[in-house]
Nanobody
Framework: QVQLVESGGGLVQAGGSLRLSCAASGRTFSDYSMGWFRQAPGKEREFVAVISWTGESTYYADSVQGRFIVSRDNTKNTMSLDMNTLKLEDTAVYFC??????????????????WGQGTQVTVSS
């Protein structure tokens, strides 16, 4: 089992920045590729970013490419998402998740085994 807890959400003006964190406990953090997803009201959960277990490989959704940066520190069992140039459409609950395998970088939510409870990000005009 892996327990995941997100933090860092809040209210920010459009164009601003925010940093989300995900703290993991339980099984070995480096056993998992890690991902970020988000879900806006009335919409399905969508992929945001994924990072390999080493931190050397990352992939992003087109909607956040160039604005968001995902990173991880396996010595601290944490993952971060730096969100820059935030837009109104980035408003959502953001979730971190641990993939079922360390050898893949999945974008589908059903390929993730463990999820945090989510943290709200609200971008205002």
């Amino acid at each position: 089992q892996v327990q995941l807890v997100e933090s860092g959400g809040g209210l920010v003006q459009a164009g601003g920045s925010l940093r989300l964190s995900c703290a993991a406990s339980g099984r070995t953090f480096s056993d998992y590729s890690m991902g970020w997803f988000r879900q806006a009201p009335g919409k399905e959960r969508e992929f945001v970013a994924v990072i390999s277990w080493t931190g050397e490989s990352t992939y992003y959704a087109d909607s956040v490419q160039g604005r968001f940066i995902v990173s991880r520190d396996n010595t601290k069992n944490t993952m971060s998402l730096d969100m820059n140039t935030l837009k109104l459409e980035d408003t959502a609950v953001y979730f971190c998740a641990a993939a079922r395998s360390r050898w893949t970088l999945p974008r589908e939510s059903n390929r993730y085994a463990y999820w945090g409870q989510g943290t709200q990000v609200t971008v205002s005009s």
